[in-house]
């Protein structure tokens, strides 16, 4: 069953603006992942955060994790048009995970 | 780099027949998984496996069964495909290091679309 559950299902800015997307789970995680899919392709991880930390970034991105609210937020600051792509959160727990149905983003030029 | 990669990009096969969906990861990877990826239904996972010969059923594991003899090849097998069938296939491989659970980053090859006429 799908844990994740991201927030909007799709979002539309311009260019340098920054775009946040929110993840929900339900139950216990070790860690939780933010993937990217660009149309028709795989997904490519972007970056993971454990179950004891709060906040990571990595380059424009940042990450944070509320385990009490069992909730995760992705910011993308000075979007680009080519960070145009669909966004899923993963919840892993004892080696499997478990994606949401992902955040549809567009960036206009 | 890691690299996952999924013999076919795009097949066309028609209902009832036998198809295999190849995936091979060059990582020495522990974990091998197939994921079916649907318009509205996000990721799904159809079955996984930890090991040479091991394998776990996922979410939604009817209609498919899957075959690792070797580590690094992990095939997904439709025995009669059906039109619902017709979707995006995602393999992917991820690490197990033994007493570690919060690692698990997950790495995908670039999908097959399967269409089932």
């Known amino acids: 069953s799908q844990q994740g559950e991201e927030d909007p299902q799709a979002l539309s800015i311009q260019e340098g603006e920054n775009a946040t997307m929110n993840c929900s789970y339900k139950?216990?995680?070790?860690?939780l992942q933010w993937y990217r899919q660009n149309s028709g392709r795989g997904l490519v991880h972007l970056i993971l955060?454990?179950?004891?930390?709060r906040e990571k970034h990595s380059g424009r991105l940042r990450v944070t994790l509320d385990t009490s609210k069992k909730s995760s937020s992705l910011l993308i600051t000075a979007s680009r048009a080519a960070d145009t792509a669909s966004y899923f959160c993963a919840t892993a727990w004892a080696g499997k995970s478990t994606f949401g149905d992902g955040t549809t983003l567009t960036v206009k030029p | 780099d890691v690299k996952v990669t999924q013999s076919s990009r795009y097949l066309v096969k028609r209902t009832g027949e036998k198809v295999f969906l190849e995936c091979v990861q060059d990582?020495?990877?522990?974990?091998m998984f197939w994921y079916r990826q649907d318009p509205g239904l996000g990721l799904r996972l159809i079955y996984f496996s930890y090991d040479v010969k091991m394998k776990e059923k996922g979410d939604i594991p009817e209609g498919y069964s899957v075959s690792r003899e070797k580590k690094e090849r992990f095939s997904l097998i439709l025995e009669s495909a059906s039109t619902n069938q017709t979707s995006m296939y995602l393999c992917a491989s991820s690490y197990w290091l033994a007493g570690d659970s919060s690692g698990n980053t997950i790495y995908f090859g670039e999908g097959s679309w399967l269409t089932v006429v």
């Open positions: 139950t216990s995680i070790n860690n």
């Open positions: 990582m020495d990877h522990e974990n």
């Open positions: 955060i454990r179950s004891n930390e």
